[in-house]
C-alpha cells in the first residue's frame, strides 16, 4: 500500500523559534496533501490543502502567516509553525493523495511537537 | 454540506465480543466513507472504504462496514473482538474523488480481557 512519511516524529522547541516538519510520500506520487492537527482525545481538524506547485489553501481560522506550507515536489510538503508558542503544541498528521481519479488519503505516522 | 457523526466516544466490548461502532453521516451528494483505525502516537490507518458498487464493504483485520443510504449509516463490525482491536476509530466521509474529508470525532475502543 501507499507509504507517507514524516519527520520528525518528535520535536520540542522554545518558544519562539520556528519548526518545520516535512511529508513525503514514499512509492506514489502525491498531487494533493493535507495537514491536519489533533488535540488530544479529538478528531483531526484540516487546516489545510496542498497542491503540488501552487499555493495552499487554508481552512478558515487558520493563519496562513503562522503556518506555513510548501508543496514544491509531488513527494514532498512541507508544514512550518513559525514563532511557536505554547499553544502550538499538538499532534499534526500529513495525509497525501495520488493523481487521477484516487479517492483515499493515506496518513503519516505524525509529528509530535512541544512548544516550552 | 457535510457531517459526521460517530455515536458513543467509547466503546468497551469483552474480547471475544461483537464490535459495533456506528457513524452516521449527511451528504448532498453520493459520499466516498471510510474508516481510519489510530494506535496511539501514531497516524491513521485505511480500514476500509466504499465508493461505489457493494455496500457491505469488508476490511483488514476482520472488520466490515455497510453503507445503508436509507439510514445514512456506514456502521462498522467485526464479529470477534481482539486485545489488539482497541484503538481510535475515525469515520470520515467525502463528496467524491478531489474532495477533502471530513472526520466523525472518534470512538475510542476498549477490549476487555
Known amino acids: 500500500g501507499a507509504v507517507v512519511s514524516q519527520h520528525p516524529s518528535w520535536v520540542i522547541c522554545k518558544s519562539g523559534t520556528s519548526v518545520k516538519i516535512e511529508c513525503r510520500s514514499l512509492?506514489?506520487?502525491?498531487?494533493?496533501m493535507f495537514w491536519y492537527r489533533q488535540f488530544p482525545k479529538q478528531s483531526l481538524m484540516l487546516m489545510a490543502t496542498?497542491?503540488?506547485?501552487?499555493?495552499?489553501?487554508?481552512e478558515q481560522g487558520v493563519e496562513k502567516d503562522k503556518f506555513l506550507i510548501n508543496h514544491a515536489s509531488l513527494t514532498l510538503s512541507t508544514l512550518t509553525v513559525t514563532s511557536a508558542h505554547p499553544e502550538d503544541s499538538s499532534f499534526y498528521i500529513c495525509?497525501?493523495?495520488?493523481?487521477?481519479?484516487?479517492?483515499?488519503?493515506?496518513f503519516g505516522p505524525g509529528t509530535r511537537l512541544l512548544v516550552l | 454540506a457535510q457531517s459526521v457523526t460517530q455515536l458513543g466516544s467509547h466503546v468497551s466490548v469483552s474480547e471475544g465480543a461483537l464490535v459495533l461502532l456506528r457513524c452516521n453521516y449527511s451528504?448532498?451528494?453520493?459520499?466516498?466513507l471510510f474508516w481510519y483505525v489510530q494506535y496511539p502516537n501514531q497516524g491513521l490507518q485505511l480500514l476500509l472504504k466504499?465508493?461505489?458498487?457493494?455496500?457491505l464493504v469488508k476490511g483488514i483485520n476482520g472488520f466490515e462496514a455497510e453503507f445503508k443510504k436509507s439510514e445514512t449509516s456506514f456502521h462498522l463490525t467485526k464479529p470477534s473482538a481482539h486485545m489488539s482491536d482497541a484503538a481510535e476509530y475515525f469515520c470520515?466521509?467525502?463528496?467524491?474523488?478531489?474532495?477533502?474529508?471530513?472526520f466523525g470525532t472518534g470512538t475510542s475502543l476498549t477490549v476487555i480481557p
Open positions: 512509492d506514489f506520487q502525491a498531487t494533493t
Open positions: 496542498s497542491n503540488e506547485g501552487s499555493k495552499a489553501t487554508y
Open positions: 451528504s448532498s451528494v453520493p459520499p466516498y
Open positions: 495525509s497525501a493523495r495520488a493523481g487521477g481519479n484516487q479517492e483515499t488519503q493515506y
Open positions: 466504499y465508493t461505489t458498487g457493494a455496500t
Open positions: 470520515a466521509v467525502s463528496e467524491g474523488t478531489g474532495n477533502q474529508f471530513y
